[in-house]
């Protein structure tokens, strides 16, 4: 069930399940966002090189969506 829930010009937070948002430049995961809802399943394995990010809730992701943005905008070279 992965829905665009923002859009901000190349960039796009993506509910990927409950409590599992992914941050996507140019098709290009590059941050998670887990909330407290999220729910880790059994031997799952991390699929990502860049940061996850913790939220109290869907809200509270898209304002950390919105701070990584600015934050990856000031320095590109940024890992966070």
Do not use: C
Not at 1 to 29: C, F, H, N, P, T
Not at 38 to 61: C, L, Q, Y
């Amino acid at each position: 069930m992965m829905a665009v829930v923002k859009r901000e010009g190349k960039w796009r937070l993506i509910k990927e399940r409950d409590g599992l948002y992914s941050i996507q430049r140019r098709d290009k995961k590059v941050a998670e966002i887990i909330t407290d809802e999220f729910k880790s399943r059994p031997m799952e394995m991390k699929n990502i090189m860049g940061p996850t990010i913790e939220a109290s809730d869907p809200t509270d992701a898209k304002k950390k969506f919105k701070d990584y943005i600015k934050k990856q905008e000031k320095n590109p070279l940024s890992l966070t």
